[in-house]
């Protein structure tokens, strides 16, 4: 029996719904800021070629300029020194299959309410499965925490002071934990990264990205509209661009709900 006339069928009837869990991108979209002496990436820029005139009197376009760490992205496991020496590791070699699968949201938005710098722990992960079941055989663990309310602003989304950035993340041994033994492919968050804004003081520093990626694994951030989702039962269409060599990219994701 044909499948895609079903889902087809769904999606116009509206039993299966498509949110979009993709931040808008501008000039405004927030951007990781690191501290001297490292380098920095872009803000997202558009330069018009021509708009219905002189330069192109039927047509409007446009340059863009950006990083490929801007707004909603991909991280791939060459992103970090750790995944560096994989093979298939960049962005444009990321499985077709990775690209469309099942995921799960837990939701901790009210412990970050409490405390910005609230770190998800192994504990957290488990307590969770006991009421919702197993996580996804290769499928995302998407980890809500309300901060996509703040994406409006650069200043409220990295939320820094005088001794660095508080933003909610992920504990050492959690991290290592979704790296050696979860079933997962990758991670999202809604924050500008999947680590901590404190994790460059962690005992190793940014361990999401030193053991996410190293063990072969995703990262997806800056998402929205994870309160959309329920926590099981989503499906999640993540589409970066192909960058040959690239350490990840701007990336449309959608997900797919039974309603």
Known sequence: MPVLPNVLSALADGSVEI??????LSETTPVLQLPPPF?????FRLEEISRYDDRGPGWYWNDIHTGEHTGT??????????GKDREGADVSQVALRKLIAPAVVLDFSDEVGKSPDF???????????R???DLPDGGWLLYRTGWDTRSHDQAQFLNADETGPHTPGISVECATWLADEAPVIGLGVETVGTDAGTAHSFDPAFPCHTFVLGAGKYGLTQLQNLAQLPPTGAVLLTAPLPIVGGSGSPTRVLALVER
């Open 19 to 24: 949110v979009d869990l993709t931040a808008p």
């Open 39 to 43: 380098a920095n990436t872009i803000p």
């Open 73 to 82: 992205h991909l991280d791939a496991p060459i992103h970090w020194v750790t």
């Open 119 to 129: 770190l998800l722990e192994i504990d957290h992960v488990r307590a969770w499965t």
């Open 131 to 133: 009421e919702h079941g």
